[in-house]
């Protein structure tokens, strides 16, 4: 899987960060950093609930 942030869309919120923190990490500019943007499959529940609970909707991911 691949780890995609639409830029445009976050806001910093940090809900992400807080679901799957080894995957990303909001900066200081209030957005979000892919640190892992292709996460093993071990920690694929964790990006999916960071997906799925995005406030803004700015994440996705994409399947090999």
């Given at each position: 899987?691949?780890?995609?942030?639409?830029?445009?869309?976050?806001?910093?919120?940090?809900?992400?960060?807080?679901?799957?923190?080894?995957?990303?990490?909001?900066?200081?500019?209030?957005?979000?950093?892919?640190?892992?943007?292709?996460?093993?499959?071990?920690?694929?529940?964790?990006?999916?609930?960071?997906?799925?609970?995005?406030?803004?909707?700015?994440?996705?991911?994409?399947?090999d």
């Amino acid at each position: 899987m691949r780890v995609v942030v639409d830029t445009d869309l976050c806001q910093g919120h940090g809900v992400c960060e807080a679901e799957a923190p080894g995957v990303f990490a909001v900066g200081r500019d209030h957005l979000v950093e892919v640190l892992n943007p292709s996460p093993s499959d071990d920690l694929r529940s964790a990006v999916e609930a960071a997906v799925r609970f995005c406030p803004t909707h700015a994440l996705s991911i994409e399947d090999d």
